[in-house]
């Protein structure tokens, strides 16, 4: 046993040397595992942390989501001294991920480690965030966080990501994320309360975090120089962002939280009041496989035995049979069939829900009230509910929720829903929110109506109430896409539950519109096409078909998907003539001169432009002519890039951009408009770039960060990797090689997570020319190179990307 530091305080164990810790890890001799040796002295922290007992929740912590812990927390010592040595001592790794499958204890560990072993006085600043509560996205808890840290709350999530992480680098503050598996797509449905981890094995993309700001906190979380603050991660599932090639980053630490010890069963049971000796209680535990939440159930069920009651004799009597997970299930069986109907009945209620429910509803909702208090205080002693004092909130274990909602028949999960949804259809909502909280009662309405199977009905009240606010107010893409893929069978782009036909298709286009905005136009891609087949079969439906053709094809040419795209947009095109909408035609040609611009015909891309922009400028469609606008300085902006037009092209292109600018923002004394931050966005961009190709540096680089600026403010990830890249030429034109790799890096990123092929061409070129002359590494240069070529090949000539083709043929011959 290593010695003990008689300097140690009782309350934590801060070194004041700097220690030479070991590795630490879960299993093995942890008593001796844990033993820290620094400058002449040692400080054992599993006996430091088994002496805590006294529980602190300061007020100056930000404990959001307290989690609702049960009665006598027991042993974990080991695990409790593993996090107390990574918080004071481990220098190298900000991120410390505690994975498990479910029921093993990951919330009330590390909820009693933060209680009782974070030393107060050390930790004045942290937060306690759970991804498991109704409110609790990503995007709440980067706002949310800002606010308990008197940060200014900068519009857009990018920019608070980044002022979250510029305080951390200044700050010491402990961020805990519960849940965080929440926070990836494979729990992203309305479902994911009913989640098991029987799911069958994950394509890799299900680990991707459904946010892209989160991909990034956490990958600059252990990336970025001088980050004072810590992360602890407890989650199912370990995000691919932290482990992108199977191997995790620098700065990130994982390890797996298993089996309570027999030792630590055996004194839980001894804390419950239940009597027997210690191999008793060993043979009870051990065909759970000294599972946490089923030993906390089968304590509860031994308890409240009528016969024998806290007589361990009573686990005998359950049927032993079968691999410990059908234990595990038997004795939650067993548990909820021992209940009385009206008890049943009550938490099966709760189980609808899809997270912790206030007293106030229960009393609303419930029909036994006069006994809800004793049911209530029934079913938490028997551990299978749990309460939250302080927000007077119950809770269900999602293992526990799960089965309590599955053992209600069909006919009583509809009449369950049906009075729920009218509970929610009761509760006054502005006609005009000012937060998404004031709509949630809507979307509960929303959810509750789905599961009586009324789908129509349900997407009916999304496309009156929630529409609009969601997309165009909030932007709350994410949120759109949990809600309406919760329309389609099992998963986004399978049959619609819907019988109407203008709600399939609509349902189809809707989600496709919202993945496109998140900067995943591959999956926005087949949902198009479904609508507009559906529309495609009654010609009522064709002025929906030019939209639906366009929106396709807008998400085709990023993707490379050329050939596809101006086949699309054509058939816009002899829609609009046939229908006779002039404005449709004009709008649709737009999209066919810009995929003419990518494929290398200049002139008649050019001569539609000036058709088109004729034809908007006389009707004084402000926004239309604006996207032409910047269409036509795209057009130049490419030309420029060839061989045939430099500095003419260049030119042109700052007086579009420049006209573009004044155009949105109202200053065009014959076309007066609105202020249009994505065209503002567009045109700045595009005045960065060409300034910059002048040599007027510091235009270019105001321009660059305005539009940066603008572009995450306002969530436009499909730009954001093109703005990148001319900031990373800046940085590199004026000699701060490093500042322009790393910038690029994150462009390359979001194109690969999103598809981006035509940017992820431009940015592997880039790439390419900085590790032929900054790294003189002619392998690394060709394999960027080459990624260049095939992402510009498109669908091959003539349907390339024909300018970044030629840079990438004349890079790979240079290297030859």
Request: net charge neutral; hydrophobic share 40%; aromatic share 10%.
């Amino acid at each position: 046993m290593a010695k003990k530091d008689s300097s140690r305080k009782s309350k934590s164990a801060k070194l004041e040397a700097a220690p030479q810790s070991v590795d630490l890890s879960i299993g093995g001799d942890m008593k001796e595992s844990v033993a820290i040796v620094g400058d002449n002295n040692v400080v054992n922290y599993y006996e430091a942390v088994s002496t805590n007992t006294e529980k602190h929740e300061p007020d100056y912590w930000n404990l959001k989501h307290p989690y609702p812990m049960p009665p006598n927390f027991t042993g974990r010592v080991a695990e409790r001294a593993m996090l107390t040595q990574w918080l004071n001592d481990d220098s190298e790794n900000r991120l410390f991920i505690l994975r498990a499958l479910g029921g093993f204890g990951k919330s009330a560990l590390t909820w009693h480690w933060l209680t009782h072993d974070v030393d107060i006085k050390e930790c004045p600043k942290v937060v306690f965030w759970s991804f498991y509560e109704g409110d609790t996205s990503f995007e709440n808890f980067i706002t949310e966080t800002l606010k308990y840290l008197k940060l200014e709350i900068l519009q857009g999530q990018r920019p608070q990501v980044d002022e979250l992480l510029k305080a951390m680098q200044s700050q010491k503050i402990l961020i805990i994320m519960d849940g965080f598996e929440r926070a990836l797509r494979a729990y992203s449905s309305m479902n994911a309360a009913y989640q098991g981890d029987e799911e069958p094995k994950l394509e890799d993309n299900q680990l991707d975090c459904v946010n892209i700001n989160a991909e990034i906190f956490l990958k600059s979380v252990c990336s970025l120089p001088n980050i004072k603050s810590k992360v602890l991660m407890t989650t199912r599932l370990t995000p691919r962002a932290v482990k992108p090639r199977g191997e995790f980053l620098q700065g990130c630490r994982e390890e797996e939280l298993t089996a309570m010890q027999k030792e630590d069963a055996v004194e839980f049971f001894r804390k419950q009041g239940i009597q027997g000796n210690r191999a008793e209680t060993e043979s009870a535990c051990a065909p759970y496989g000294y599972h946490p939440l089923s030993l906390r159930i089968l304590a509860g069920l031994i308890l409240k035995d009528f016969e024998n009651p806290a007589d361990i004799a009573v686990a005998q009597k359950l049927k032993i049979d079968g691999d410990i997970k059908q234990q595990q299930y038997h004795v939650l069986e067993v548990s909820y069939n021992s209940l009385l109907p009206h008890e049943q009945k009550l938490l099966s209620t709760i189980a609808c829900f899809r997270s912790a429910v206030e007293l106030k509803t229960l009393k609303a909702v419930v029909e036994n009230k006069k006994s809800l208090n004793d049911d209530l205080h029934y079913l938490t002693e028997y551990g299978l509910l749990n309460f939250d004092k302080k927000n007077k909130r119950f809770e269900l274990h999602p293992i526990v929720r799960r089965y309590s909602y599955e053992s209600l028949t069909i006919a009583k999960k509809t009449k369950t829903h049906k009075h729920l949804a009218s509970y929610f259809d009761s509760i006054n909502v502005p006609k005009y929110p000012e937060t998404l909280d004031e709509l949630i009662p809507i979307i509960e309405l929303y959810y509750h109506t789905l599961k009586t199977g009324e789908y129509d009905k349900a997407a009916l009240i999304y496309h009156q109430f929630l529409m609009s606010p969601l997309f165009f107010q909030f932007s709350a893409y994410q949120l759109e896409i949990e809600l309406v893929s919760a329309l389609f069978t099992n998963n986004p782009g399978k049959l619609s539950k819907t019988k109407l036909v203008d709600f399939k298709a609509w349902a189809f286009s809707e989600l496709g519109s919202a993945y496109s905005m998140i900067g995943q136009p591959r999956l926005a891609i087949p949902l198009f096409e479904k609508s507009n087949k559906i529309y495609s079969r009654k010609s009522k439906y064709k002025p929906f078909m030019i939209t639906g053709f366009m929106n396709l094809a807008t998400q085709q040419i990023t993707t490379g998907k050329l050939l596809a795209a101006e086949k699309n947009v054509r058939q816009s095109i002899d829609i609009s003539l046939e229908i006779e909408s002039e404005r449709d035609r004009a709008a649709s040609s737009h999209e066919l001169a810009r995929i003419l611009a990518y494929r290398g015909i200049w002139l008649d891309s050019k001569q539609i432009f000036i058709q088109t922009q004729k034809y908007f400028k006389n009707i004084k469609d402000i926004q239309s002519f604006c996207v032409g606008e910047l269409y036509r300085t795209t057009l130049y902006f490419l030309m420029a890039r060839s061989k045939q037009f430099t500095l003419q092209s260049v030119r042109l292109v700052i007086k579009s951009a420049q006209h573009v600018l004044k155009l949105a923002e109202g200053g065009d004394p014959n076309l007066k408009g609105a202020i249009i931050p994505r065209d503002l966005l567009d045109a700045n961009w595009l005045l960065g770039i060409s300034n910059l190709a002048m040599g007027e540096l510091l235009s270019a680089k105001k321009y660059l960060n305005k539009a940066l600026s603008i572009c995450r403010s306002i969530n436009s990830v499909d730009i954001e990797a093109n703005i990148l890249l001319g900031l990373a030429s800046l940085f590199y034109t004026q000699g701060n090689f490093s500042e322009s790799f790393l910038i690029a890096d994150e462009a390359l990123t979001i194109t690969i997570r999103c598809g981006y092929v035509l940017q992820g061409a431009d940015v592997n070129l880039f790439l390419a020319q900085y590790a032929l002359e900054q790294e003189q590494d002619k392998v690394k240069a060709k394999e960027y190179a080459e990624s260049a070529l095939k992402l510009a090949y498109c669908d091959g000539p003539p349907y390339y990307y024909k300018v970044a083709y030629d840079e990438a043929e004349r890079m790979l011959e240079k290297l030859k």
